[in-house]
């Protein structure tokens, strides 16, 4: 399989591989897809609940070249992106910009799920209130 | 001096060697001659090179020369092999038993029966990967014509107890054909010594050329007949039509001549550098699972679950080295290894697994290369990998419940 060139910098440069802490109220995680089926992505954001902006984005993803650059490249369009800004990126964007293979889309429709899985956590901590 | 990309892939084929290179160059232009032409010096001259390499053949498997039929390749001699006993012998039973770890020229082969209405055990295997003998006893019946089992596998390296399967079938006066195309010419493989009623074998896996093979089909004690499935002028004693690749036999012969020589010193040392390399992987390394029995095993052949880590990712972190994954993306069916499935390792390690096949003109110098290589990614992918952060906080990751999409 050829990988674009977008594919093989962000899998030889991942950007912004890490954990933020779970419990953190302004953090918001997401863990989506099954180790059977050969991937899984954990994305999360930290939110500055004072402006709503994504100040901070990190993933750890196993699976292929194209679902590691998929995370990579989320990360990067999450960060400074309002909440709001963030659930209009499309997996369809993400095949643009890296131009995946049909075979490869899913990979971008994992990666849309888990910054919609990211950002549902942190609104549900939110709505539940400051933790005391 | 290393060359990339360094080949460590010689279960999918291997290089030709010069030597074979050189017996077969003169086929090609001055003695093109069809071996079939009875008339002429062209004619006598590439019939007499096909008789000398038929016993090049026959001698690496213990074989009498009049008991090898060329073929294409092993596809075809597993399909001559199956298909043709089960036409011939349709009076006697309509039953065959196979393994769920054969190769699809087999595997594929038995469903197109089931589809003519034949009975086709697929045998489950233990979880190193051998059939077991228990198993395959229970599974004999009164109309069972043939068990087809390999006697070398081509993704994990198993080599099967075919001398007890021989005596089996033997026994019960079943036929027994074996798919040794990844044990001829690695590892002594006779077809005296495990009763071999038909066997398969291909140039290319032992430095010969691509698109040659021979089926041995037993002459005496029993003499078995095959209903040919290609029709044609009646080569090969009728039972495969079609003017012989002379050339691609001739280095078949060649290929065979020097495996059967070399045989004993050079799986020592290929034994030696697979050692090395699973060595050195298991030094660096924690959590690998090695798929299939390491004591029966073919000595070139490695297969490597590296937990946690996505088989395509670490392929393509490790790209200026030639190797094979299980994992279902590298694969165009979309699913993991059918063969690790039958172990019973998790769809999980099968995505991680890797094939490692070491060959006759592979090095120390690239073993270790491969294995710094190959410890230096794992390391890498793994920082990256949710799962191997979930396990070192002691999550039970068989129990979580995923979000699969
Ligand atoms: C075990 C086994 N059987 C059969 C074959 C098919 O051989 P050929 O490529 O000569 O058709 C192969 C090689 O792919 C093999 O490894």
Excluded at chain 2, 378 to 391: D, G, I, N
Aim: with cysteine; proline share 4%; aromatic share 6%.
């Amino acid at each position: 399989m050829a990988y674009s060139d977008k594919v093989v910098d962000h899998f030889n440069n991942p950007r912004n591989v890490g954990s933020l802490p779970k419990q953190d109220p302004t953090v918001g995680t997401g863990l989506v897809g099954a180790p059977e089926c050969g991937d899984v992505m954990k994305l999360q954001v930290r939110v500055n609940p004072e402006t709503g902006v994504i100040d901070e984005a990190k993933f750890k993803t196993f699976g292929c070249g194209s679902a590691i650059a998929s995370s990579s490249l989320a990360t990067e369009w999450l960060k400074g992106k309002t909440v709001d800004e963030a659930l209009t990126i499309k997996n369809t964007d993400i095949v643009a910009e890296l131009s995946l293979p049909p075979v490869k889309v899913h990979c971008s429709v994992l990666a849309e799920d888990a910054i919609k899985a990211a950002i549902a956590d942190y609104q549900q901590k939110q709505q539940a209130g400051p933790s005391s | 001096m290393l060359k990339f990309p360094i080949y460590f892939d010689n279960q999918a084929t291997t290089p030709v060697d010069p030597r074979v290179l050189e017996a077969m160059l003169p086929y090609f232009t001055e003695r093109f001659g069809n071996a079939a032409s009875r008339n002429h010096r062209y004619g006598w001259e590439a019939e007499e090179a096909v008789e000398a390499a038929r016993k090049q053949v026959a001698d690496l498997i213990g074989a009498n020369p009049k008991e090898i039929v060329f073929t294409s390749g092993a596809t075809e001699s597993d399909n001559l092999a199956i298909k043709g006993a089960v036409y011939m012998y349709r009076e006697k039973g309509d039953h065959v038993i196979t393994a769920l770890t054969e190769h699809k020229a087999v595997i594929d082969t038995c469903k197109r029966l089931e589809k003519e209405g034949f009975r086709v055990t697929y045998l489950p295997v233990k979880p190193d990967g051998l059939v077991d003998l228990d198993a395959l006893r229970d599974a004999i019946t009164a109309k069972t014509v043939l068990i087809t089992i390999m006697a070398a596998n081509n993704e994990i390296g198993v080599l099967q107890p075919v001398a007890e399967i021989g005596a089996m079938a033997k026994e019960r006066g079943v036929l027994f054909h074996t798919d040794a195309v990844q044990a001829a010419g690695k590892v002594p493989f006779d077809v005296n010594a495990c009763n071999a009623h038909l066997a398969s074998i291909s140039a290319h896996k032992m430095y010969g050329p691509k698109g040659v093979g021979a089926l041995y089909v037993r002459r005496r004690q029993p003499r078995v007949l095959l209903s040919p499935i290609i029709d044609g002028g009646g080569h090969e004693r009728g039972m495969r039509s079609g003017t012989l690749n002379v050339p691609g036999i001739v280095g078949f012969g060649k290929a065979a001549e020097l495996c059967r020589l070399e045989m004993a010193q050079e799986s020592a040392r290929i034994r030696a550098l697979r050692d090395r390399l699973n060595a050195k992987l298991h030094a660096g390394l924690d959590e690998l699972h090695v798929n299939g029995s390491m004591e029966h095993r073919l000595p070139g052949n490695l297969n490597i679950s590296f937990a946690y880590v996505e088989g395509e990712s670490l392929l393509m972190g490790i790209n200026d080295v030639a190797v094979s994954s299980g994992s279902a993306c590298t694969s165009a069916s979309l699913e993991p290894s059918y063969v690790l499935k039958a172990l019973g390792t998790g769809d999980d390690l099968a995505h991680s697994s890797i094939r490692f096949g070491l060959g006759r003109f592979n090095t120390e110098d690239e073993v270790d290369y491969v294995a710094g290589k190959v410890v230096a990614v794992v390391r890498k992918l793994r920082e990256m990998s949710p799962l191997y952060e979930m396990a070192k906080d002691g999550v039970d990751l068989a129990k979580m419940e995923w979000r699969e999409h």
